[in-house]
């Protein structure tokens, strides 16, 4: 079976960091673009960061540009996002998706 498992959130205090995994089986993740979703409290999906499968590209969305960082790494099979300077509008579940499939999601709370 497919499967992502995303972990690494949490409740930070603004300025904060947070480094999240999303750690993929059941597939080549390493054949894939990657990207990390972000769904705030009664709002749709917003793409956060996306990785090409040989990491050459990266996109962010301006929200987040400076401040996080899009990495992953094929022998484990696992893309990372590394979030720094956090404020409370990044405050929402994030989820990875890969080929279509949707990790469960991990909740980062930023206290103001």
């Known amino acids: 079976d497919v499967q992502l498992q995303a972990s690494g959130g949490g409740l930070v205090q603004t300025g904060g960091s947070l480094r999240l995994s999303c750690a993929t089986s059941g597939f080549g993740a390493s054949d894939y673009h990657i990207g990390w979703f972000r769904q705030a409290p009664g709002k749709a999906h917003e793409a956060v960061s996306c990785i090409s499968s040989s990491a050459d590209r990266t996109y962010y969305a301006a929200s987040v540009k400076g401040r996080f960082t899009i990495s992953r790494d094929n022998a484990k099979n696992t893309v990372y996002l590394q979030m720094n300077s956090l404020q409370p509008e990044d405050t929402g579940i994030f989820y990875c998706?890969?080929?279509?499939?949707w990790g469960q999601g991990t909740q980062v709370t930023v206290s103001s």
């Open positions: 998706l890969i080929n279509g499939v």
